[in-house]
């Protein structure tokens, strides 16, 4: 794949009188938000066709800083939201940017319903682990042991692996890399965006100042050094055993599937109702 | 367009019913909701209706995201609405308060019950009045419409659609369940008959640089919809006139606050809607609103064929309240008394606005049966003796 300069990338879909960005140094926002544009890049999308949507958080700022039209709602919220977006006008591709918190905890309910009607969107999930805005509380995603200001004695719980929480609920497309995988990460939304129906890519992405600080990895080249430690390709992952597997994170496109679309289904239904009410053949 | 109930004609229909009904022939295409008694027949004739006028019904998974894909929906250009019933409408609280924030056109039914809590889901309430203005946090104003018969509830729905486009804000339906579930006689207009509004939309670029700017003069900005290649930024944050989030500028916070809630008060004279029965010599004034406002009706007949003075003041908009009128009223008045069905909401305000001009006494009743005309007049005439 041919890399355009990220100047280019920046001038062309930034907004220049948003920025500098409210994300700290070391953070993997930025880097996702990069993978995104180029994929919306390098398929000559139209950028008036798509609107960005978020809830709260960091990763929920996005949608302000490019140009295109976007919608910064309420926390959790997001893809309930776009569901109101997408059904009213077909024609927009929805993106929705999402922090783990904001999507797995207040959202979750709304992410497996979501997932369940296949709505056409777009999910690009930064997972860091923790609650960045909020200062570093433990997440729905937090490894078991590791540490947050709500677990200062390490998390208690057992983290979802939203991934194949969203295969489980029937998404047509599911990835996950981190934030060092960039080449297969930008292929991965550029799969996603041209795919009808629900489709998720999930990064796991650096927060050196609210997480990595409490779990003894400082800086943003410490975490991605660990994150390809415990990362294990799907591929490979068949192969281990579980014991093999304690701890670690699969990486890797999980499904690929052309399941019909909510859009689909209620055009369909439209026609279904019409044709019971005898208003057409 | 064909319609899939009698246009230009009457027909026997539920309050609930009639809301629905009302909403499509006012341009409405997306319906968002969760069920709920006494709201839920208002999402099933949507439901019924919907897919034939090429418009969404969608079932949520809860009504948080019922006024979310709402709020979605009218971004994306559409006219939407989402019904429901108190334990519902606290839900919605903190969206119906990013509405007001966004300045997005919506219209929210809440079919009262009484609670707090699940409290008594099959009768009728008036006890959701003060959260349905101040329910969400922070300053704000919006609108809110009561209906007291079937046709109100049908006429109403109508006007609430067009203030929500008129003013670029969240608009309540506040009824209850007696209206919700009573079948009246009900006559909906042709469409022709009809005079809708649409949201003032921006008149080129320039203007949809500021969607959140008074750029007319009338404190309404045009609302650039998305997808139109304006490439909007909205957000539930304090933003400047573009947008753009400014989170700590306290003159941007207090000008945008200010526009939000002056574009409402500043209309007061278009917006509020009342009917005055028998008050021009009346010494004892009514002043009721929804359903408790029919009974209070006929107690003002009953007490002027006894030889009382009685009047009433029924309220059709409860939001923005017309302060001014009820003092007006009360310079003139000896004593007033407000019926309603809860422990004293609209009393209130209503003494607030008498501003000690006349004595105001609470008529309340509450456990979900409405006040019968009797039980007012003795309350009354109790006072007279």
Not at chain 2, 16 to 45: K, N, Q, V
Not at chain 2, 297 to 320: S, Y
Request: glycine letters at 10%; hydrophobic letters at 40%.
């Amino acid at each position: 794949m041919y890399l355009k300069s990220s100047y280019e990338i920046r001038g062309k879909y930034l907004r220049k009188d948003m920025l500098p960005t409210i994300f700290c140094p070391g953070c993997g926002i930025g880097a996702v938000l990069q993978y995104t544009l180029r994929a919306i890049d390098d398929l000559g999308l139209n950028q008036d066709e798509i609107v960005w949507v978020s809830g709260i958080g960091c990763s929920s700022r996005v949608p302000g800083y490019v140009n295109f039209d976007g919608l910064h709602t309420t926390h959790g919220r997001a893809l309930a939201f776009a569901t109101g977006i997408k059904l009213a006008n077909p024609d927009l591709k929805v993106i929705a940017f999402m922090g783990d918190g904001d999507a797995a905890a207040i959202g979750g309910n709304h992410l497996i319903h979501a997932i369940r009607r296949n709505l056409d969107v777009t999910v690009i999930l930064i997972n860091n682990f923790t609650y960045g805005m909020t200062g570093g509380q433990v997440a729905p995603t937090t490894p078991k042991g590791l540490r947050g200001t709500t677990a200062p004695y390490g998390s208690f719980e057992n983290p979802f692996d939203i991934a194949e929480l969203a295969v489980a609920a029937g998404a047509n497309y599911v990835a996950r890399w981190s934030v060092f995988n960039y080449l297969q990460g930008i292929n991965s939304i550029k799969k996603a965006l041209q795919k009808r129906g629900f489709t998720l890519v999930e990064f796991l992405s650096q927060c050196p100042i609210s997480f990595g600080r409490r779990n003894r990895l400082k800086t943003g080249p410490e975490l991605i050094k660990w994150y390809q430690k415990i990362t294990v390709p799907i591929s490979k992952a068949k192969n281990m055993s579980p014991e093999e597997l304690e701890g670690k994170i699969v990486i890797g496109e999980f499904v690929d599937r052309d399941r019909p679309s909510l859009i689909e289904e209620y055009e369909a239904y439209k026609r279904r109702a019409k044709k019971i009410m005898g208003w057409e053949e | 367009m064909r319609y899939p109930f009698p246009v230009g004609a009457a027909d026997f229909i539920q309050g609930d019913e009639a809301i629905a009904r009302a909403a499509i022939l006012a341009g409405c295409r997306f319906y968002a909701g969760y069920p709920i008694t006494p709201a839920s027949e208002i999402f099933e004739a949507m439901s019924l209706y919907m897919p034939l006028v090429d418009g969404v019904s969608i079932q949520m998974e809860d009504e948080i995201g019922s006024i979310a894909a709402v709020i979605g929906a009218s971004w994306a250009g559409a006219k939407a609405m989402t019904a429901t019933s108190g334990p519902g409408f606290s839900l919605m609280m903190e969206n119906l308060g990013y509405a007001i924030m966004t300045e997005t056109p919506l219209v929210l039914v809440n079919v009262q019950r009484s609670g707090p809590s699940t409290g008594q889901p099959t009768l009728a309430a008036q006890g959701d009045l003060m959260q349905a203005i101040w329910g969400t946090h922070g300053d704000h104003s919006l609108i809110v419409l009561t209906p007291a018969t079937v046709q109100e509830a049908f006429d109403m729905t109508i006007r609430a659609f067009n203030l929500a486009e008129k003013y670029r804000t969240p608009v309540i339906l506040l009824t209850d369940a007696e209206v919700g579930h009573m079948r009246e006689r009900v006559y909906a207009p042709h469409p022709d008959e009809l005079e809708l509004i649409y949201r003032k939309l921006p008149a080129n670029e320039e203007e949809a640089k500021y969607p959140f700017g008074d750029v007319h003069g009338d404190l309404v900005p045009p609302m650039p919809i998305f997808g139109k290649g304006y490439r909007t930024y909205v957000t539930g944050l304090t933003h400047d006139e573009k947008g753009r989030p400014k989170t700590v500028e306290a003159e941007v916070h207090e000008k945008l606050i200010k526009r939000i809630v002056a574009k409402i008060e500043n209309n007061k004279e278009d917006i509020v809607d009342y009917e005055a029965y028998e008050l021009d010599d009346a010494d004892i004034v009514l002043v009721s609103f929804g359903i408790v406002a029919r009974s209070a009706m006929r107690a003002v007949k009953e007490l002027r064929k006894e030889g009382v003075k009685a009047g009433l003041l029924k309220l059709n908009v409860v939001w923005p309240f017309d302060f001014e009128l009820i003092e007006k009223i009360a310079e003139n008045a000896e004593r007033m008394y407000v019926a309603e069905m809860n422990l004293g909401q609209l009393y209130h305000l209503v003494r607030e606005g008498a501003n000690g001009k006349a004595d105001v006494e609470l008529i309340s009743k509450i456990g979900g049966e409405v006040h019968t005309p009797g039980e007012i007049v003795e309350r009354i005439k109790k006072d007279l003796r």
